[in-house]
C-alpha cells in the first residue's frame, strides 16, 4: 500500500554564519521525527473518497466500509494522524474479502482545492483516492491436497464476487487414498458488509474406506454455517448439519460391533468451534500456542435424527525456541507439547434427559493412534477392539513433548528438522457399550443413571495405571501445505488388544499433536 503526504520544514541556519554547527546546518533525525508528529496532529477532514478498480463490486458493499470513516472524520477536532489511520483500518478490512489482489492495493492522498471566497481555515480537508485490483472471478484448480493420514487428488472451481457483495462459489471433486469419492458445493458471503462475518451454505456425498473398522462409510447432507473473527483475534464457528450415514462395505471379516452398526442412520447436530491460533508456523511451530474446541449436539431437543449425544472435544499445543548461548541469532531448537482431550455423553432424544438412551455408534465415537496423533501405534491402534476392528471409545485423552533440531548446514530458517518424541494416550468406552453384537442396539438401551455411572467409570479408567506409550526419533519437513513426517517409533507401553507399530512410520498431515 502507498501513500504519498508531503511536509515541509526550514533550516534555521545562517548559510553565511562560519561558526555554524553541523547540527543547525541540517535537521536531525529527532527533528524530522518531531516535525512529522507536528505535521500529523494537524486538523484534517476527509472531503471526497473514491475507490477504482472495483468494477464489479457494488457500491452498497464500498459503502459499509468507507462511509464511516468519512463521517467520523468530520468532526472538527480530527486530525490528520486520525484520518491515516482509520483509512488504513478500513482498507484492512477491505482486503480480508479475498477479492483484491494483495499487491493491488494503493493509497493516494492530495488536497481538495479550496474555494477562492472560502474563509481561510487551518483545517485540511483532503481528497483520498483508493485503488485496487480484483482477482480473477472465474478460478479453476487441480492438484493433490493432504490431510490427515490420507493424500488425494482433486478438481475445484471457484467463482468469486458473484454479485458484487463479496459472495464465493466454491465446487470440489476429489478422490484420495481413504476417501474414495467427496464432493461438495459451498456458497459464502458475508454478512452486513462485514469480511469477518460470514455466512456459508454447503451441499456435501463422500465415500470413505475404513479399513480399522472393516467397513465403508458413504455420507450425504447440508450444513448452514456462521463464522465470525473475535477481537482477539479468535475464530468462531457455528454450524447446523444434517447428514445421512451409511455404513455399509462390510469385510467379511468385519467384528459382531461393526455389523451390528452397520446399516443407516441420520445425525442432526449443532456445532461449535473456537480457534485461536498464535503460532508462529502452524505447520513447524517455534513458538506461540494453539487452543481450539469443538462441541457438538446432536438429536437431543429439537433436533431430529436417530443419533443423541453431547460431544467434546478440546486441544492445547505450544512451543517455545531453546536459546543456545554463543549464538547471536536464532539457534532453530525448539521444544513442544501438546494436550487433547475429548468426551463422548449419550443423550435420549428429546427433551428429557431421563429416557432410555441407546449408545453411541461406531461412526460417532473417538479413534486414535496413527503418525499424525499418538505416533507409534496403528490408524486407530489405542482403545477397544472387537477382533481386529478398531471400535472406538467415548473418552480419550492424549499427549505429546517433543524437540526439533535443525539438521547441519541447513540452518536455523530451513523446512527440514530432527525431531525427538515422545507421546501417550487412552481411549475408553462406555463399558454397557460392549455386548452389542449378543442384544441388538435396542436390548442395550441405558436410563439416565447407568449412562452417567458409566461416563463416570470410563473417565475414572483414563488415569488407571500406564497410558500407552511409545517413543521415537524422525525427520520433519514443513510444506506449505502439509507437514511430512517419517519417524523410527518405539512402542514403550502396550495394553491388551491394542496395535502398536515398530519401526519407521510416514505422517503426511496438517493437525498434528
Same mark, same amino acid.
Given at each position: 500500500?502507498?501513500?504519498? =503526504?508531503?511536509?515541509?520544514?526550514?533550516?534555521?541556519?545562517?548559510?553565511?554564519?562560519?561558526t555554524?554547527?553541523?547540527?543547525?546546518?541540517?535537521?536531525s533525525?529527532? $527533528?524530522?521525527?518531531q516535525? =512529522? &508528529?507536528?505535521?500529523?496532529?494537524?486538523?484534517?477532514?476527509?472531503s471526497?473518497?473514491e475507490v477504482?478498480?472495483?468494477?464489479?463490486?457494488?457500491?452498497?458493499?464500498?459503502? /459499509?466500509?468507507f462511509?464511516p470513516?468519512?463521517? #467520523?472524520?468530520?468532526?472538527?477536532?480530527?486530525?490528520?494522524?486520525?484520518?491515516?489511520?482509520?483509512?488504513g483500518?478500513?482498507?484492512k478490512?477491505? +482486503?480480508?474479502?479475498?477479492i483484491?489482489?494483495?499487491e493491488?492495493f494503493?493509497?493516494?492522498?492530495s488536497?481538495? %482545492? @479550496?474555494?477562492?471566497?472560502?474563509?481561510?481555515?487551518?483545517?485540511?480537508?483532503?481528497?483520498?483516492?483508493?485503488?485496487v485490483?480484483?482477482?480473477?472471478?472465474?478460478? *479453476?484448480?487441480?492438484?493433490? #491436497?493432504?490431510?490427515?493420514?490420507?493424500?488425494?487428488?482433486?478438481?475445484?472451481?471457484?467463482?468469486?464476487n458473484? *454479485?458484487g457483495?463479496?459472495?464465493?462459489l466454491?465446487v470440489?471433486?476429489?478422490?484420495?487414498?481413504?476417501?474414495?469419492?467427496?464432493?461438495? !458445493?459451498?456458497?459464502s458471503?458475508?454478512?452486513? !458488509?462485514?469480511? &469477518? =462475518?460470514?455466512?456459508s451454505?454447503?451441499a456435501?456425498r463422500?465415500?470413505?474406506?475404513?479399513p480399522? +473398522?472393516? /467397513?465403508?462409510?458413504?455420507?450425504?447432507?447440508?450444513?448452514?454455517?456462521?463464522?465470525?473473527?473475535?477481537?482477539?483475534?479468535?475464530?468462531?464457528?457455528?454450524a447446523y448439519s444434517?447428514?445421512?450415514?451409511?455404513?455399509?462395505? =462390510?469385510?467379511?471379516?468385519?467384528? %459382531?460391533?461393526?455389523r451390528?452398526?452397520?446399516? #443407516?442412520?441420520?445425525?442432526?447436530?449443532l456445532?461449535?468451534?473456537?480457534?485461536?491460533d498464535?503460532r508462529?508456523?502452524p505447520?513447524?511451530?517455534?513458538n506461540?500456542?494453539?487452543?481450539?474446541s469443538?462441541?457438538?449436539?446432536a438429536?437431543?431437543?429439537?433436533?431430529n435424527?436417530?443419533?443423541?449425544?453431547?460431544k467434546?472435544e478440546?486441544?492445547?499445543?505450544?512451543?517455545?525456541?531453546?536459546?543456545?548461548?554463543?549464538?547471536a541469532?536464532?539457534s532453530?531448537?525448539s521444544?513442544?507439547?501438546?494436550?487433547r482431550?475429548?468426551?463422548?455423553?449419550?443423550?435420549?432424544?428429546?427433551?428429557?434427559?431421563a429416557g432410555?438412551?441407546?449408545?453411541? @455408534?461406531?461412526?460417532?465415537?473417538?479413534?486414535l493412534?496413527g503418525?499424525?496423533?499418538?505416533?507409534?501405534?496403528k490408524?486407530?491402534?489405542l482403545? %477397544? /477392539?472387537?477382533g481386529?476392528?478398531?471400535?472406538? $471409545?467415548d473418552?480419550?485423552?492424549?499427549g505429546?513433548?517433543?524437540?526439533?533440531?535443525p539438521?547441519p548446514?541447513?540452518?536455523p530458517?530451513?523446512p527440514? @528438522?530432527?525431531?525427538?518424541?515422545?507421546?501417550a494416550?487412552r481411549?475408553?468406552?462406555?463399558?454397557s457399550?460392549?455386548?452389542a453384537?449378543?442384544?441388538?442396539?435396542?436390548?442395550l438401551?441405558?436410563?439416565s443413571?447407568?449412562?452417567?455411572?458409566g461416563?463416570k467409570?470410563?473417565?475414572?479408567?483414563?488415569?488407571n495405571?500406564? %497410558?500407552?506409550?511409545a517413543?521415537g526419533?524422525?525427520?520433519?519437513?514443513?510444506?506449505?501445505v502439509?507437514?511430512?513426517?517419517?519417524?523410527?517409533s518405539?512402542?514403550?507401553?502396550?495394553?491388551? !488388544?491394542e496395535?502398536?507399530?515398530?519401526?519407521?512410520?510416514?505422517g503426511?498431515?496438517?493437525n498434528?499433536?
Amino acid at each position: 500500500m502507498a501513500a504519498s =503526504l508531503g511536509f515541509g520544514g526550514s533550516n534555521a541556519a545562517d548559510k553565511g554564519n562560519s561558526t555554524a554547527t553541523p547540527s543547525t546546518a541540517q535537521p536531525s533525525y529527532s $527533528g524530522t521525527t518531531q516535525m =512529522l &508528529d507536528e505535521h500529523l496532529l494537524t486538523p484534517a477532514s476527509i472531503s471526497s473518497l473514491e475507490v477504482h478498480g472495483a468494477a464489479n463490486t457494488r457500491r452498497s458493499l464500498l459503502d /459499509h466500509i468507507f462511509k464511516p470513516v468519512v463521517e #467520523d472524520t468530520a468532526p472538527a477536532g480530527t486530525t490528520l494522524g486520525q484520518v491515516l489511520d482509520r483509512v488504513g483500518v478500513a482498507t484492512k478490512k477491505l +482486503a480480508r474479502f479475498d477479492i483484491f489482489k494483495e499487491e493491488g492495493f494503493g493509497v493516494f492522498l492530495s488536497e481538495a %482545492p @479550496r474555494p477562492e471566497s472560502a474563509p481561510p481555515t487551518d483545517r485540511t480537508d483532503l481528497d483520498i483516492s483508493i485503488r485496487v485490483k480484483e482477482k480473477s472471478r472465474l478460478v *479453476f484448480s487441480a492438484g493433490t #491436497d493432504f490431510g490427515n493420514a490420507e493424500g488425494s487428488a482433486y478438481t475445484n472451481a471457484v467463482a468469486r464476487n458473484i *454479485f458484487g457483495g463479496a459472495e464465493t462459489l466454491s465446487v470440489n471433486a476429489s478422490t484420495g487414498t481413504r476417501t474414495r469419492s467427496a464432493y461438495n !458445493g459451498t456458497f459464502s458471503t458475508p454478512i452486513n !458488509g462485514n469480511p &469477518d =462475518l460470514r455466512l456459508s451454505v454447503e451441499a456435501l456425498r463422500s465415500a470413505t474406506q475404513k479399513p480399522w +473398522a472393516s /467397513h465403508e462409510e458413504q455420507l450425504t447432507g447440508a450444513n448452514l454455517r456462521l463464522a465470525w473473527l473475535t477481537d482477539n483475534s479468535g475464530t468462531h464457528a457455528l454450524a447446523y448439519s444434517t447428514v445421512w450415514r451409511q455404513l455399509t462395505g =462390510l469385510a467379511a471379516t468385519a467384528s %459382531p460391533t461393526v455389523r451390528t452398526d452397520a446399516g #443407516d442412520s441420520l445425525k442432526s447436530s449443532l456445532t461449535h468451534t473456537f480457534t485461536r491460533d498464535r503460532r508462529d508456523n502452524p505447520m513447524l511451530p517455534q513458538n506461540g500456542y494453539l487452543l481450539r474446541s469443538i462441541s457438538e449436539l446432536a438429536g437431543w431437543g429439537p433436533l431430529n435424527g436417530d443419533v443423541s449425544f453431547a460431544k467434546t472435544e478440546v486441544e492445547a499445543s505450544g512451543a517455545l525456541p531453546v536459546t543456545i548461548p554463543g549464538l547471536a541469532s536464532k539457534s532453530g531448537v525448539s521444544v513442544g507439547g501438546g494436550l487433547r482431550l475429548g468426551l463422548l455423553y449419550p443423550l435420549p432424544s428429546g427433551y428429557s434427559l431421563a429416557g432410555a438412551t441407546q449408545p453411541s @455408534r461406531i461412526n460417532d465415537r473417538f479413534q486414535l493412534g496413527g503418525p499424525t496423533d499418538v505416533r507409534g501405534f496403528k490408524l486407530g491402534g489405542l482403545g %477397544p /477392539h472387537d477382533g481386529a476392528d478398531a471400535v472406538g $471409545g467415548d473418552v480419550f485423552a492424549a499427549g505429546s513433548v517433543n524437540a526439533l533440531f535443525p539438521l547441519p548446514r541447513t540452518g536455523p530458517d530451513s523446512p527440514l @528438522r530432527l525431531q525427538l518424541f515422545a507421546n501417550a494416550g487412552r481411549l475408553v468406552a462406555l463399558s454397557s457399550s460392549k455386548g452389542a453384537e449378543k442384544e441388538g442396539r435396542e436390548g442395550l438401551a441405558m436410563d439416565s443413571t447407568a449412562v452417567f455411572q458409566g461416563v463416570k467409570s470410563a473417565v475414572g479408567e483414563l488415569t488407571n495405571g500406564l %497410558p500407552s506409550l511409545a517413543a521415537g526419533v524422525g525427520l520433519v519437513y514443513a510444506h506449505p501445505v502439509a507437514r511430512f513426517e517419517l519417524n523410527f517409533s518405539l512402542p514403550l507401553v502396550l495394553r491388551k !488388544g491394542e496395535e502398536g507399530r515398530k519401526g519407521l512410520q510416514i505422517g503426511v498431515g496438517i493437525n498434528f499433536l
